[in-house]
């Protein structure tokens, strides 16, 4: 399976700031989407990063909360903007890729963001 | 949408014995249902998956099972130890690579 670096692993946030998680993978990968899991939640799907151009926002995501850039096929950023306490969660990159000539799904290691 | 329910939300089992953990999906178009393992502060692992190709797989004391008439598919834990202690998820794909997940069923594994 590929290896997926994401970071940071955990930060602190004040409130109405912004983050920046990074996800890199070690091999060009066709699928990154971008999921959360609330505390205590099942994860939900944010939006797919596409390889130049816009993302494709899931219902209830918009990209003015969370801008997203993928500008090559190994590397996805997720922004968290204008942060409150509702947006505690884990962040989450996923890639889809042929493992055993099949596509399976996996993710890095998640970010988990605290905002105070 | 795709819409995937999982139950139950918890379950306590005595050790060795077995696990059973189901999901139900409705979109018919879902080909694929990996199923996660996810332990306290760590990322969800893949721990089993079943293509809609294909009825029953088995890798060692794991099972998965799918019956795509009925839209639901299941994950069977035999002779449970302590370490399988942890939230499991179950998830259906479409083509366009999108899982879906259920809400989480607790496994604790009672020594």
């Known amino acids: 399976s590929a290896v997926i670096s994401q970071k940071p692993s955990r930060d602190i946030c004040q409130r109405g700031t912004s983050l920046t998680i990074q996800c890199q993978v070690d091999?060009?990968?066709?699928?990154m989407f971008w999921y959360r899991q609330q505390p205590g939640q099942s994860l939900t799907l944010i939006a797919t990063?596409?390889?130049?151009?816009?993302?494709?926002?899931e219902s209830g995501f918009v990209i003015d909360k969370f801008p997203i850039s993928r500008p090559n096929l190994t590397f996805s950023t997720l922004t968290v903007s204008n942060m409150s306490p509702e947006d505690s969660s884990i962040y989450l990159c996923?890639?889809?890729?042929?493992?055993?000539?099949?596509?399976?799904?996996?993710f890095g290691q998640g970010t988990r963001l605290t905002v105070v | 949408g795709e819409n995937v329910e999982q139950h139950p939300s918890t379950l306590s089992v005595q050790e060795g014995d077995s696990a059973v953990i189901k999901c139900t999906y409705s979109?018919?178009?879902?080909?694929?249902f990996p199923w996660y393992k996810q332990e306290l502060g760590k990322r969800p692992q893949l721990i089993i998956d079943?293509?809609?190709?294909?009825g029953e797989k088995k890798d060692q004391r794991i099972a998965v099972t799918l019956n795509k008439t009925a839209k639901h598919f299941s994950l069977h834990i035999t002779e449970t130890q302590p370490e399988d202690s942890a939230v499991y998820f179950c998830?259906?794909?479409?083509?366009?690579?999108?899982?879906?997940f259920g809400a989480g069923t607790t496994v604790t594994v009672r020594a």
């Open positions: 996923s890639v889809a890729t042929v493992q055993g000539g099949e596509v399976g799904a996996f």
């Open positions: 091999s060009q990968v066709t699928m």
């Open positions: 990063a596409n390889q130049g151009s816009e993302a494709t926002y």
């Open positions: 979109d018919s178009a879902s080909n694929y």
């Open positions: 079943i293509r809609s190709n294909v």
């Open positions: 998830a259906a794909r479409r083509n366009d690579y999108k899982l879906s």
